[in-house]
């Protein structure tokens, strides 16, 4: 089983702040067709989380071009370039390759 | 935009089986090959894959719970459910079900409200 670790586990940032979240994985998610299977989510308070970030970098239509995510093969960044008030919550990063794990979230609080 | 709707008795006991159901409105389960997923949530804890399952019937299931796990689909009904037996305090949590994303075979996209599900004497 691939764990997931992610750092830090809270964050207190400005609104129109960056901040940036870290998300390694214990193997590389480089899978064998040559994609990355790494995804980021968002769970506001009291909601489901919601899909932002798939294959590492790629953005979900409707999601602020201020989210942004990089990385490969065992390390990951989400990254967001002006935070925002809507953008409180907790952040987890998935691993999707058989059997999918996530990390154990990041908290973000909007100062 | 697909809606995904679980349901299920709330409050189960120790040893009994928990039954849950989700049910897809907006979209045809048939719709895509990828595997709709069951995710939970402990009280204040993160999340955790419970497993997935085609429209085929094709099963994935999170290894350390494989063995009290079964999932079902009724594309009829365009519903897929979870069944989870021999449940303990430790199984409290909220359910989510989701949809695959199209990028990936298992990744969730769209979920559920989620239910909370309790175990208790």
């Known amino acids: 089983e691939t764990v997931m670790t992610q750092t830090p586990l809270s964050l207190s940032v400005t609104p129109g702040q960056p901040a940036s979240i870290s998300c390694k994985s214990s193997?590389?998610?480089?899978?064998?067709?040559?994609?990355?299977?790494l995804y980021w989510y968002l769970q506001k308070p009291g909601q489901s989380p919601q899909l932002l970030i798939y294959?590492?970098?790629n953005r979900l239509s409707g999601v602020p071009d201020r989210f942004s995510g990089s990385g490969s093969g065992t390390d990951f960044t989400l990254k967001i370039s002006r935070v925002e008030a809507e953008d409180a919550g907790i952040y987890y990063c998935?691993?999707?390759?058989?059997?999918?794990?996530f990390g154990g979230g990041t908290k973000v609080e909007i100062k | 935009q697909l809606q995904l709707q679980e349901s299920g008795p709330g409050l189960v006991r120790p040893s009994e089986t928990l039954s849950l159901t989700c049910s897809v409105a907006?979209?045809?389960?048939?719709?895509?090959?990828?595997?709709w997923a069951w995710v939970r949530q402990p009280p204040g804890k993160g999340l955790e894959w419970i497993g997935g399952?085609?429209?085929?019937?094709?099963?994935y299931f999170n290894p350390s719970l494989k063995s009290r796990v079964t999932m079902t689909i009724d594309t009829s009904k365009n519903q897929f459910s979870l069944k989870l037996t021999s449940v303990t305090a430790a199984d409290t949590a909220v359910y989510y079900c989701?949809?695959?994303?199209?990028?990936?075979?298992?990744?969730?996209?769209?979920w559920g409200q989620g239910i909370l599900f309790t175990v208790s004497a």
């Open positions: 193997q590389s998610l480089r899978h064998t067709d040559g994609r990355t299977y």
């Open positions: 294959e590492v970098s």
């Open positions: 399952i085609s429209y085929s019937g094709s099963t």
């Open positions: 989701a949809s695959p994303h199209s990028s990936c075979w298992f990744a969730p996209e769209f």
């Open positions: 998935l691993q999707a390759i058989q059997p999918l794990t």
């Open positions: 907006g979209g045809s389960i048939t719709s895509t090959t990828h595997y």
